[in-house]
């Protein structure tokens, strides 16, 4: 097994070459009209949150106001993503311990995955659940920008009950207590689209009902109308475990820092929807 997984995407969800790639994260957060526009929030008490993963041109603005929130005291970023094609294991640790962007090498958190699998035993390292998937990988670059010093585990995602959602969901805030006993600031966040090629009307109207359960740190009530209502939200496991994760927490309040979708950037009759949520305690 090679030491180091190298990026999948670079060159179609986000520019392969580092001046590029900071300049596009750049508009992203000061000049696209869809972003947070430069505003620089007062660290939060963010433990936790939503992010889209789509590409850059797309989702990158709505992506920034939530890093644009993020406590640059973060030392550990706990990443839960979707594995879109169900490839490999269904709920996998990286078998590789560094991640490279077009920005630098992130440094996977050994203990805290060690500590992981010994807990969860449904949790293994596996690479064909990582190795071609952009959920995670999508994150990585924004991270490296507002972030001097951390290290992460990516937790990939297909298939999962409530029930394994919630030991999962539980596990990760025990793990998320014990870092922060050591003074170590974990950030736990999933990475997720909403509604996919809809109109933009009933796009808003299925992502209000999707959005409506995670402001409400409800993760049984999202699982439960992402179901009935089928709205197309891909990473809807992460975000429930990431809601259970952030319940067990303690969380005080969910906030919606953007919703937006693909056709605010360019018109498009059938359109993908994103936000970017933040819990906080």
Known sequence: MEQVRSPAVAGSFYPADPGELSRLIDECFVSSPLGPKGTK?????????????AGYVYSGPCAAHLYSSLDPAVRRVIVLGVN??????RASLS??????????????????????E???????????????????????PFLERVLADFTFLPISLSHLSEDECAELGAAIADLCKTAAGGEQ?????????????LSPKETERLDRMALEPVLAVDPPGLLRVVEEENISMCGVLPTAVMLFAA??????????????HSGDVSPMRK??????????L
């Open 118 to 140: 010994a807990r969860v035993k449904f949790l293994k390292p596996d690479a064909p659940a990582h190795s071609q998937e952009h959920s995670i990988e999508v994150q990585l």
């Open 41 to 53: 929030q007062v660290p939060s008490a963010m433990i936790a949150g939503m992010a889209p993963h």
């Open 247 to 260: 319940a067990a927490l303690g969380v005080k309040r969910a906030r919606l820092l953007k919703h937006c």
């Open 84 to 89: 879109h094609w169900a490839r490999g294991h």
């Open 271 to 280: 359109v993908v929807g994103y936000a970017s949520v933040a819990l906080e």
């Open 95 to 116: 078998p590789w311990p560094i991640w490279r962007t077009p920005l630098g090498e992130v440094v996977i958190d050994q203990e805290l995955s060690d500590s992981l």
């Open 185 to 197: 600031k974990t950030l736990i966040l999933a990475s997720s689209d909403l509604s996919h090629y």
